[in-house]
T-cell receptor
Framework: GENVEQHPSTLSVQEGDSAVIKCTYS??????FPWYKQELGKRPQLIID?????GEKKDQRIAVTLNKTAKHFSLHITETQPEDSAVYFC???????????FGAGTRLTVKP | DAGITQSPRHKVTETGTPVTLRCHQT?????MYWYRQDPGHGLRLIHY???????DKGEVSDGYSVSRSKTEDFLLTLESATSSQTSVYFC????????????FGSGTQLSVL
């Protein structure tokens, strides 16, 4: 993989609102796109992932969409809750994914 | 829990000293990874291993070496620590096919003074 850009770097929403985080990649060979959540002082944890043969994947309140033509993918969190507050990282991988590249992270704050 | 532990959890050392971080896993995963995490950079791959004595470089391998003499242990060594190596270091294993679904250890906070 090559560099992946992640926006925004910080995001503040009101509880119950939706949050969207977007990542852009440049390597057309990338075929795997995971999202990780990291709470303060904890390890990053995988929350959802998508492969390039799928355009969208949902898991309860979170979803990921992929636009291969435009080379971007997004994380959508609906009905946000205070416990969604964390730093979220996107990543992209190609070939056998040993060189998976991570975005710089988005700090999401959900205000009660 | 993928049975992955890192040691030490915290370490403070001086510039120029050697440092070794250990990653131990109990579930016989073939692939193991070392990442460093710095503000504004996300997670960057240092080295990875695809089996005993089989390792390869990642994006930021300069100044680091690794060894894997047993399936369960993956060691990261800073031969001569520098202040730029102050960081949080995460070990990871892959729980999925094709090296997907990374599971990270709890991390080691390393400070080089």
């Amino acid at each position: 993989g090559e560099n992946v850009e992640q926006h925004p770097s910080t995001l503040s929403v009101q509880e119950g609102d939706s949050a969207v985080i977007k990542c852009t990649y440049s390597d057309s060979a990338s075929n795997y796109f995971p999202w990780y959540k990291q709470e303060l002082g904890k390890r990053p944890q995988l929350i959802i992932d998508i492969r390039s043969n799928v355009g969208e994947k949902k898991d309860q309140r979170i979803a990921v969409t992929l636009n291969k033509t435009a080379k971007h993918f997004s994380l959508h969190i609906t009905e946000t809750q205070p416990e969604d507050s964390a730093v979220y990282f996107c990543a992209e991988g190609a070939k056998n994914n040993n060189d998976m590249r991570f975005g710089a992270g988005t700090r999401l704050t959900v205000k009660p | 829990d993928a049975g992955i532990t890192q040691s030490p959890r915290h370490k403070v050392t001086e510039t120029g000293t050697p440092v070794t971080l250990r990653c131990h896993q109990t579930e016989n995963h073939r692939y193991m990874y070392w990442y460093r995490q710095d503000p504004g950079h996300g997670l960057r791959l240092i080295h990875y291993s695809y089996g005993v004595k089989d390792t390869d470089k990642g994006e930021v391998s300069d100044g680091y070496s690794v060894s894997r003499s047993k399936t369960e242990d993956f060691l990261l060594t800073l031969e001569s620590a520098t202040s730029s190596q102050t960081s949080v270091y995460f070990c990871a294993i892959s729980e999925g096919q094709d090296n997907e679904k990374l599971f990270f250890g709890s991390g080691t906070q390393l400070s080089v003074l």
